[in-house]
Each structure stands twice: as C-alpha cells, then as structure tokens.
C-alpha cells in the first residue's frame, strides 16, 4: 500500500495547482460517462498483456527470460499487478497526459 501511495505522492504538485486555479478533472479530458468504459480497456488491456509477456512465459518454462520474478503464491502476482496498474499507471496517466499535456496544449494552442 506504501508503494501505490508514492506513486500518487507525485499528483500532489499538479493537484494542487488544480486547486489553486479552480480547475477540475474534467478540463484534463476526464468525462464521467467515459470513465468506466476508459477504465475498463485499460485494465483489459493490462491484464491480456500481463498473461502474454509474464504468466505464459512463466508457465512455458521461460521464467528466466521474464525478469526478476519471485512469486511463489499467486497473491503476489495479483498485489504486483494491482500495483503496476493503480499505482504506476494510473497516477502517471493523470499526471503525464492528463495534467502535463494538456497544459503544454494550452501553451501551445495546437495539438
């Protein structure tokens, strides 16, 4: 939980200038009715690729050639994948794309 937590530790700067300037998510392109179906290919498509680049190989005898990877309960793997998508992937989309971008759009006034 430490590690989801500073991983969203690095919102906080933008999040607070969200604050300060009175914006809100959705000037970040964030659209409630859009969120599930966003949320929902993202996690879909973290899931296929971690069984293609991660439990196949393990599973073919290729635990090698995946990385440093020590799981012995499958636990494990679930906390790591949690992590990789509400820890990392999240907070640096909101960050990156979401807030970054779309204030360099605005500098810029062009996409």
């Known amino acids: 939980m430490l590690m989801i937590a500073t991983q969203w530790f690095l919102f906080f700067v933008p999040g607070m200038l969200m ?3 009175k914006e ?13 179906l966003q949320v929902g290919i993202g996690v879909l498509l973290a899931f296929s690729m971690s069984l293609l680049l991660t439990v196949f190989p393990i599973m073919l005898g290729f635990k090698n050639m995946v990385g440093n990877t020590s799981y012995t309960q499958t636990w494990q793997f679930v906390y790591q994948f949690i992590y990789a998508i509400l820890g990392a992937a999240l907070a640096e989309e909101l960050i990156f794309r979401g807030y970054i971008f779309n204030k360099l759009l605005k500098i810029k006034n062009s996409k």
């Open 24 to 36: 809100n998510l959705g000037d970040m392109g964030l659209r409630r009715e859009k969120i599930p």
């Open 19 to 21: 604050i300060v300037n």
